[in-house]
């Protein structure tokens, strides 16, 4: 495909305050050759070498922003989201957009576990606080972020969210 497009995205976003000032995901957005498309994901190259895509990004469809038809959450996931309450205890299971490079495309999105309190839930996200996540899919099991940073809060867009576990009532 030698078609250039501007994507509109959003990721789960990680804070060091103390305080959270934001609770709101931010559109992101990348400009790079579409490399391919499936049911469940979107390939751009932001460079290129020798026609291979060198680096760039495995967007979810759940993190594309488009004008309409958004990709809406399950009735499994929305009937888990009504239970939760601030300060319980919690496990979540959501996709995360992998950024790549070296030639070396991902055969698929990341699939990552965060535990952590609920701080709140808001209409778009989940936000956890003193969370711990870890990658557990396609590739080894690792922390996330592989850098150790002290994360107070972390949002989650619901639209990632595959399942949740609630372990305090």
Request: proline content about 5%; aromatic content about 8%; some cysteine.
């Amino acid at each position: 495909m030698d078609q250039v497009i501007i994507t509109r995205h959003i990721d789960a976003f990680y804070s060091e305050e103390k305080k959270l000032s934001s609770n709101k995901h931010i559109t992101h957005y990348s400009l790079g050759k579409l490399v391919s498309t499936s049911r469940d994901f979107i390939v751009v190259a932001f460079v290129e070498k020798n026609n291979i895509p060198w680096r760039g990004l495995l967007l979810p469809r759940e993190a594309i922003v488009l004008k309409k038809n958004r990709v809406p959450e399950s009735t499994r996931i929305k009937n888990k989201i009504k239970k939760i309450k601030k300060n319980i205890s919690i496990g979540i299971f959501w996709k995360d957009l992998v950024y790549f490079e070296n030639g070396v495309v991902p055969p698929s999105y990341s699939l990552m576990y965060t535990e952590g309190k609920v701080h709140s839930v808001t209409d778009k996200a989940i936000i956890i606080k003193n969370s711990q996540t870890i990658r557990v899919a396609p590739k080894k099991v690792t922390n996330h972020p592989k850098k150790k940073i002290d994360i107070s809060f972390l949002i989650i867009p619901r639209c990632f969210i595959t399942d949740i576990e609630i372990y305090g009532k």
